[in-house]
């Protein structure tokens, strides 16, 4: 083994690593669409206490808010197609990409569900009262009077669930995913230079977690402020 | 294979012999944390000398970084220059067989700082100046304001957020496994190794989690009630 810690090779592993850097952003992009469209729906079945589903609402964010994502995305590992093999669908055969990818979305569902229905729950009455009276109806109201108001008080926490899915992507590489810490990693079993894989991908979780933290307080200043 | 409930007992068995390993990584690492956390986050508040101007600049760079990247930065930096030593003293494997929790403590532990640096921050920030200028007509000095007036009111906005920072430090242990550390999910998993019941062996771990995280929560909904009570009683602070 030469030298411990060689700067020389971070330059040289960093275009190696950033080629990888588009499958942790996909795992981001997916895990916020997804956890925001059922974390919408488990928000309002929690507001309108939709029977049976509210407490299952009840039930999966307190289990995912309660558990490490590491956990649950092995549960989801194995478990999901022992659970889609009762309905005759067999995904033995999916790319592990999948299943990170709906363990993450569904993590995020929790989290961004407790975001969303105190949103929703912090727009008055009011504002349902008087879209009623001139004449919307239910699902009016909510997509063009409630959902509005609700995203921009939403907005803060929203911003900092982002960049707290995209540092809970380093957890993907321990299901083989190669992603930038998975190819750190790669690299440092064929070469024995672990440590300067893994401070480029450091480097990258920084610069990514400010140039996000930045962009959400420009938005927010800018499109936000009243 | 088929999910069979009658092999959680012996996982869960397991994961609660290694339940003291989790506590210690976590809470160890939290009173680290609450220790070194709050000066600096008095220091960034105070502008002191250019140690707060070097933390300004250091706390949001290492708050980008994930703690499975601490913890395995700090095994090969720990370990690696000890196995130069060994080799050199011809030490054997003595060193390999350190116990590696020590390692998993420092990496949690400078994760936990800058965690409750920053929930600190927020909590100083959330005193009213008035506050201090109270304290200096009184005669207070600065240390005596910060120390009899101000940490203690912002102890009582902070406490349910370090609630919700002891949650993440729980859950975020249980990533100590990548450098072998046995804590409940490793222990868990390990007992799954002799028959394959690893679904089985995830969901005992996830149980002992989700008892003690949902235990902490409780907790610090109990706080947040009653700090949101006493702002009332102060007549809106």
């Keep these: 083994m030469g030298k411990l810690f060689d700067p020389a090779l971070i330059i040289e592993y960093a275009p190696l690593i950033l080629s990888r850097l588009p499958v942790t952003l996909l795992i981001v992009f997916w895990a916020i669409v997804g956890g925001s469209v059922l974390g919408t729906l488990l928000a309002l079945a929690r507001i309108h206490k939709v ?89 009016q109201t909510f997509r063009r009077i409630i959902l509005p108001q609700a995203f921009r008080t939403a907005f803060p926490a929203f911003g900092a669930r982002v960049i707290n899915a995209m540092q809970d992507t380093a957890l993907a590489f321990t299901l083989g995913i190669l992603d930038i810490l998975g190819q750190a990693q790669a690299i440092g079993i064929r070469t024995y230079h672990t440590l300067e894989g893994y401070v480029v991908t450091a480097i990258i979780f920084i610069v990514a977690s400010l140039l996000m933290e930045h962009t959400f307080a420009f938005i927010e200043r800018r499109r936000l402020a009243r | 294979m088929t999910f069979d409930a009658s092999y959680i007992w012996p996982s869960l068995i397991a994961a609660l012999q290694c339940l003291h390993v989790t506590l210690i990584l976590s809470f160890v690492s939290f009173c680290v944390g609450l220790l070194l956390g709050t000066p600096v986050a008095v220091s960034r508040k105070f502008h002191a000398t250019w140690t707060s101007y070097a933390l300004g600049v250091l706390i949001p760079i290492l708050k980008g970084v994930p703690l499975v990247l601490y913890v395995l930065m700090f095994n090969f930096a720990i370990l690696k220059p000890l196995d130069a030593l060994s080799e050199y003293y011809a030490w054997a494997d003595g060193l390999r067989r350190m116990d590696k929790i020590y390692i998993g403590l420092v990496a949690m532990s400078v994760s936990a700082t800058v965690m409750i640096s920053e929930t600190m921050r927020s909590a100083l920030s959330s005193v009213s100046e008035g506050q201090y200028e109270a304290c200096f007509s009184v005669g207070l000095t600065k240390w005596q304001a910060l120390r009899r007036v101000v940490l203690p009111q912002a102890m009582v906005f902070a406490a349910p957020v370090l609630c919700n920072n002891i949650i993440s430090l729980i859950k975020g242990s249980s990533i100590v496994f990548v450098v072998g550390i046995m804590d409940v999910l490793n222990s868990a998993k390990t007992s799954a190794q002799i028959n394959y019941r690893f679904l089985e062996a995830y969901i005992a771990s996830a149980l002992v989690y989700w008892v003690i995280c949902a235990t902490v929560g409780r907790i610090g909904w109990f706080l947040e009630k009653r700090q949101a009570r006493g702002v009332a009683k102060a007549g809106g602070a």
């Design chain 1, 51 to 139: 029977p049976f589903l509210n407490g299952a609402a009840v039930f999966f964010i307190s289990f995912v808010r309660g558990t490490p994502i590491l956990i649950q995305m092995f549960i989801v590992y194995y478990g999901l197609p022992l659970l889609l093999m009762y309905f005759g669908i067999n995904i033995t055969r999916w790319a592990k990409l999948n299943f990170v990818l709906v363990s993450y979305a569904l993590n995020n569902a929790a989290f961004l569900a407790e975001i969303i229905r105190s949103a929703i729950l912090s727009v008055p009455a009011s504002q349902s009262e008087a879209a009623w009276s001139v004449g919307l109806s239910a699902s």
